[in-house]
């Protein structure tokens, strides 16, 4: 709670200097923080928290599109383009495999989902031994995408748009660090 939040950073912080806190996106440490360090901090939303999130909005039987619109958002802080042009590639496919049958369109989909996991596992695997980590956007590159998929927001789910809405309102606590 926030009295226990309060008492661990007054405890083992000095509340006197500039600090930059990095946290999960909970609503009530922003209001701890000024309490403690007044203008002195720097509050940052973590990324893989969101990204974890934006996940989670999502079904786990998705179609192709829903994953590239969920690859869309992932994209807005971090280079996530080889994955969206890979699903973009199947985007039509998906639309024919649907007319003709749902049987055989359940088959095609459990193979391109699985074609599309292993493209990504790859890349996974790729950064990992050349000790890189997934690029993370520029300020510039992560605003434009933002504002690229409000503009698009109308053709979304509700629960999309509920999360571009919470990024907006979120944006300078997730892009504190730039």
Same mark, same amino acid.
């Given at each position: /709670?926030?009295?226990?939040?309060?008492?661990? +950073?007054?405890?083992?912080? /000095?509340?006197?200097?500039?600090?930059?806190?990095?946290?999960?996106?909970?609503?009530? &440490?922003?209001?701890?923080?000024?309490?403690?360090?007044?203008?002195?901090?720097?509050?940052?939303? *973590?990324?893989?928290?969101?990204?974890?999130?934006?996940?989670?909005?999502?079904?786990?039987?998705?179609?192709?599109?829903?994953?590239?619109?969920?690859? $869309?958002?992932?994209?807005?802080?971090?280079?996530?383009?080889?994955?969206?042009?890979?699903?973009? *590639? +199947?985007?039509?496919?998906?639309?024919?495999?649907?007319?003709?049958?749902?049987?055989?369109?359940?088959?095609?989909?459990?193979?391109?989902?699985?074609?599309?996991?292993?493209?990504?596992?790859?890349?996974?695997?790729?950064?990992? $031994?050349?000790?890189?980590?997934?690029?993370?956007?520029?300020?510039?590159?992560?605003?434009?995408?933002?504002? *690229?998929?409000?503009?698009?927001?109308?053709?979304?789910?509700?629960?999309?748009?509920?999360?571009?809405?919470?990024?907006?309102?979120?944006?300078?606590? +997730?892009?504190?660090? &730039?």
């Amino acid at each position: /709670d926030a009295g226990t939040i309060e008492g661990f +950073l007054r405890r083992n912080l /000095d509340t006197q200097k500039q600090i930059f806190i990095v946290t999960d996106l909970y609503r009530g &440490y922003s209001d701890v923080f000024k309490r403690v360090f007044g203008n002195k901090v720097i509050h940052q939303f *973590c990324l893989l928290h969101l990204n974890k999130l934006i996940v989670n909005d999502f079904p786990r039987k998705t179609s192709i599109e829903q994953e590239l619109v969920k690859y $869309r958002l992932l994209n807005i802080f971090y280079n996530r383009e080889p994955e969206i042009e890979f699903l973009s *590639c +199947l985007i039509e496919e998906e639309k024919t495999m649907k007319q003709i049958s749902s049987r055989e369109y359940k088959s095609w989909i459990r193979e391109a989902k699985n074609l599309f996991h292993k493209f990504v596992r790859d890349l996974e695997l790729k950064r990992r $031994r050349e000790n890189k980590n997934l690029v993370q956007r520029d300020y510039h590159d992560a605003l434009n995408n933002f504002k *690229c998929l409000k503009r698009e927001s109308d053709s979304f789910t509700i629960s999309v748009r509920k999360r571009l809405a919470r990024i907006e309102e979120l944006w300078p606590n +997730l892009t504190a660090f &730039y």
